[in-house]
Nanobody, 122 residues
């Protein structure tokens, strides 16, 4: 079992930055592939970025490529999402997810956090 807790959300003006954190429980965190997803009001949850534990590969949604960066600190059982050049369209609840076997843009991850709100004003 893995428990995930996101933090770092908040309100920011367009062009600003935020860094989200996702703290995971469990001693085998380093063997989990991690993903970030988001869900805006009235919209379906969408993929943001994923990181594969075995080789560090990353996959970004086109909408965030070049602006968002995923990283992880296995010693701290934490994955981060650095978000730069934020736009109003980035406003959403952001969720982190973990899975031992799956890595990719689909919502097939076994474990999910509760989400953290990000609001970007114009």
């Amino acid at each position: 079992q893995v428990q995930l807790v996101e933090s770092g959300g908040g309100s920011v003006q367009a062009g600003g930055s935020l860094r989200l954190s996702c703290a995971a429980s469990g001693r085998t965190f380093r063997r989990y592939s991690m993903g970030w997803f988001r869900q805006a009001p009235g919209k379906e949850r969408e993929f943001v970025v994923a990181n594969r534990w075995s080789d560090g590969s990353t996959l970004y949604a086109d909408s965030v490529k070049g602006r968002f960066t995923i990283s992880r600190d296995n010693a701290k059982n934490t994955v981060y999402l650095q978000m730069n050049s934020l736009k109003p369209d980035d406003t959403a609840v952001y969720y982190c997810a973990a899975d031992l076997w799956y890595y990719g843009p689909e919502s097939q991850y076994d474990y999910w956090g509760q989400g953290t709100q990000v609001t970007v004003s114009s």
